[in-house]
């Protein structure tokens, strides 16, 4: 993994290999910043690989950004989590007009 510095904020370079997830996996048991529920479903969780690894960046508040499709979907904690397969995961909803954020995860270390 490469990290880069530009002014405040740092991009991470992230690699993974797999796909979607699946409901009833890991991911599941973790909770998403706003609502508390759930983090992920049948197909809201996709590997940084799988998205063509988007820009990914740290704020100083310790949330990240990462840019899906056009969108810089925003990620605060306690949505933001340690993965448990070292992947990068972003999960998201894509029901609405703009990708709704779920949860963030990251390799154990970045966080």
Known sequence: MRALVFGASLVLAVFATSGPSSAGDW?????????????????????????GFPKITRRADRGYNVQVDGYWLSYDFPAVHASEDDNTWICYLKSSAEPDPLCLFLPPGII
């Open 27 to 51: 991911r599941s048991k973790y909770k998403n910043g706003r609502t508390l529920e759930s983090c992920c479903g049948d197909k809201d969780c996709r590997t940084a690989a799988s998205l």
